[in-house]
């Protein structure tokens, strides 16, 4: 006997279905009641907005109305019926109300009241049930969906790149060691080294950085091709920026440029968010509000100029300033704070790493909108990334957001073999270990260029979460690794 | 200088260009040549259909002609025109080549002949430059895409379920340790025993075998979630079924009972297959004709009854067969096989578990289409799963496919909290550890139901591909996380 007979909630709000006998099922937000009637707001997650159930002590039992607490799950047989109220323009008049499970309000830790962001990442489990946390994790979908199909409907191909792997040339930073041997009392050489050889992989593997080499290699026969999967990092950091656990967007594309690169990524962008806006109309005015109230909270000269809402709709609507690093420098080296040593990294010559600060000056003070840097020093950048003519520069994009700092970072590949393994060496990146990614320059290369997208910066630009913990389900971070 | 002004092959054939001028990339397949003129099988990943180019020594150099050799990256100008030849209908007549890449013929391993799938196995780097593992990897995107868009269209929200993860209590099978301390070196307790305190998680961690548990969790708030992730089992399974890291799609669902979920997973498996079917047609084609070159090798006993084409439209047109494990008991004990002791494993009494062999008998001979097995015994089957009425069995479904065996396995999950944690204490499941488990039974509970469906068995079915390994672009096997 199939169970799942209900109307969601969203279809309910979206079409009229006055007069029709419907099931509900869902969960209690809250209720209020008084000797004649109890108003019921319930909610199946379908949506942020709640549903109207009016109960009526004549029809459902005392023992009944006494279960139905906040976070209790019910299922209601009923009538929908135009509402009288304000708000929603129908109700459901329920004939039945079964408890499908009681949510003890002794022990329930969801009560209807304000909860601290802190206190909701302790149970993590339980916080999607918010109005906060439901909103934030139906945009995450929307715009993971937002990804496939923008990729899907330009001709991209989805590639899983491998998630264990033996190669860590890109030094993208700390790694997590995978193993299966015995670590208490592990195999080992003569020379007191560890015998790789006995590990599942018979060789020291650890948890990808990256994607993107093997990215290239998909890109090198399929054209166009993006991944979307977990990447890791082991930095002991505990900034609201990062996590160890995160996902990762990375397109690489054959017979693609620096500029071609750019267009896709300032388009890619536009997309994803302008999808958000009109998929999550409802849950981006819940959060927009919940920024604005944020706000409110900070000093004057903290708060934003724009609120969220305004701010999507204006990254979407404006073309990103494109300039390079070496005029970037020019800006904030002249810059008032840089001159009123307001910087804590004052910016004195070319070749100085930009720090969030400057970013955001840029971003924030200067352009007043997404800006992408280019043509950065090689000094500070990837082994892979393209040269330019100048000796000097590589042909490398970030692209910076108001709020979030970096979101994207990319370039055109080095595709001449010459130069790549002149910079490897110089890198001291061994070739050996790298075979396969050579070969991609030494049969078939072509000018090709990629980006990558974290997943989670971009989910917290379109939600106005501050918080990266706050926008991924079961946020992995040091000494945290529950649920 | 944008650089990408090409057309796309895909978007050469779908329409006519005709007259016009355009810019082509891509890689060579083949060139032949006489005096007069050079035909170029030009192929850009696009598409499993190579583009002819017509270049004319008058016209293009000897120089760079010569470098046209099979694997070479080629740019090209000039005009299309109606084909003369048969095939196409179109060729492009070159009024300009330029070599991107050249490719060694002396030391390119794609030369134009037969390689063996374990050979291009070892260069999984350059296989996807073949037909075949072009088609594959066109189709595993088709399907991955299918995969949201179908849970989209729905309203069923995308969720990332952790990675690293300290839970393993669905014993699902032998994990991957995740660490940073030093394996040489790790620090101790006074009993001897890892100081995991130390670790980065300060706790033991190891790679998710499953989403489901956590899926469940979201499932409680979100209503309907699916996860499609990477999932690991350090087993020691050299097979052409099993790789240690692969992908998977787990489901779950409040408000679904264990009839609910077979109809999702039916309708699910339906369309996804469909979809492949409508919109990789060239692909397929190619792999059907591929499938029944190899079906010509096998013995004629050996050979299946269909072809892949008409395997694909028949699951996407007949119902599957629903039958309990009893039932299944019964038609196996009875079997011919059975009887003529031909079964490896005999099938004697009620409880056995079913082997591969039971399951393509069923499948492939008794009923000659999938099969949903339902209502298994509990005693082999997770903890997790509802008990039925009559004490013996679990509300489970497995699905058996021709030739792949089981695809998908789930449930109705146990929502009751005394039968669950009996059920725990019975498989020794320590329930202080599963505390956010166990909450969602606590607060707000409700029926629901959920299943896994192993990606890459998917792949496989859609491709005809016989090893896991072949439908993975860079499978992770023991012993094996080259590239």
Redesign the interface.
């Known amino acids: 006997?199939?169970?799942?007979k209900?109307v969601?909630i969203?279809s309910l709000l979206e079409s009229d279905f006055v007069g029709q006998e419907v099931t509900l099922?869902?969960?209690?937000r809250t209720k209020r009641s008084n000797k004649n009637v109890s108003f019921i707001a319930l909610n199946?997650?379908?949506t942020i907005n709640n549903y109207q159930v009016v109960a009526d002590p004549n029809i459902i039992d005392e023992e009944t109305l006494k279960r139905i607490t906040t976070?209790?799950?019910i299922k209601i047989n009923g009538q929908i019926v135009a509402s009288q109220g304000s708000g929603q323009s129908s109700e459901i008049s329920a004939s039945s109300i079964t408890i499908?499970?009681?949510?003890?309000p002794e022990?329930?830790p969801l009560q209807p009241k304000k909860h601290s962001l802190e206190f909701l990442r302790e149970i993590a489990?339980?916080r999607?049930?918010t109005n906060t946390?439901?909103a934030v994790?139906?945009v995450?979908?929307a715009l993971?969906?937002a990804v496939?199909k923008y990729f899907?409907d330009k001709?991209f191909?989805?590639?899983?790149?491998?998630?264990?792997?033996?190669?860590d040339a890109e030094g993208a930073g700390?790694t997590?060691?995978?193993?299966?041997?015995d670590?208490?009392n592990?195999p080992?050489n003569e020379d007191?080294?560890?015998n790789y050889k006995e590990d599942?992989?018979?060789?020291e593997?650890n948890?990808t950085v990256s994607g993107q080499l093997?990215g290239e290699?998909?890109a090198?026969?399929?054209?166009?091709i993006y991944t979307f999967?977990?990447t890791?990092r082991?930095e002991?950091s505990n900034t609201t920026r990062h996590l160890?656990?995160f996902?990762m967007i990375e397109p690489e594309?054959?017979?693609?440029?620096a500029?071609?690169n750019q267009?896709l990524a300032e388009d890619f962008l536009q997309y994803v968010i302008g999808y958000a806006l009109e998929h999550c109309k409802d849950d981006l005015a819940f959060l927009d509000k919940r920024a604005a109230d944020e706000e409110q909270g900070k000093k004057a000269d903290q708060r934003s100029e724009m609120g969220l809402l305004d701010r999507l709709r204006f990254v979407t609507k404006n073309k990103f300033e494109r300039i390079t690093y070496t005029e970037a420098i020019d800006i904030l080296r002249n810059s008032n704070p840089n001159k009123k040593k307001k910087f804590q990294y004052l910016i004195e010559e070319w070749g100085a790493d930009l720090q969030s600060e400057h970013e955001r000056f840029l971003v924030e003070k200067h352009f007043k909108k997404p800006v992408i840097l280019t043509d950065y020093p090689k000094e500070i950048k990837a082994f892979y990334m393209r040269q330019n003519d100048d000796g000097k520069t590589v042909a490398a994009m970030d692209i910076l957001f108001p709020g979030i700092g970096e979101i994207v970072g990319g370039s055109q590949r080095e595709?001449r073999m010459d130069r790549l393994t002149q910079r490897m060496d110089e890198m001291h990146i061994p070739q050996e270990e790298m075979w396969?990614?050579l070969?991609?320059?030494?049969?078939?290369?072509?000018?090709h260029a990629g980006f990558g997208l974290g997943f989670e910066r971009l989910v917290q630009f379109v939600t106005g979460m501050g918080n990266i913990r706050d926008v991924?389900?079961?946020p992995?971070t040091?000494?945290?690794?529950?649920?």
């Open positions: 006997m199939a169970f799942n209900r969601k969203k099922m869902g969960w209690v199946d997650g379908s976070g209790a799950c499908l499970g009681d949510a003890d022990k329930y489990h339980l999607m049930r946390f439901g994790f139906r995450r979908h993971a969906y496939h899907n001709g191909f989805y590639i899983h790149t491998p998630i264990i792997t033996a190669s700390e997590f060691k995978v193993t299966t041997l670590l208490k592990p080992l007191g080294s560890i599942f992989f018979e060789r593997t948890l093997e290699l998909a090198m026969a399929l054209a166009e999967g977990p890791f082991a002991n160890a656990e996902w594309m054959a017979f693609y440029d500029e071609d267009d595709e396969w990614y070969d991609t320059r030494r049969f078939g290369a072509t000018p991924i389900a079961f992995r040091p000494g945290n690794a529950e649920f």
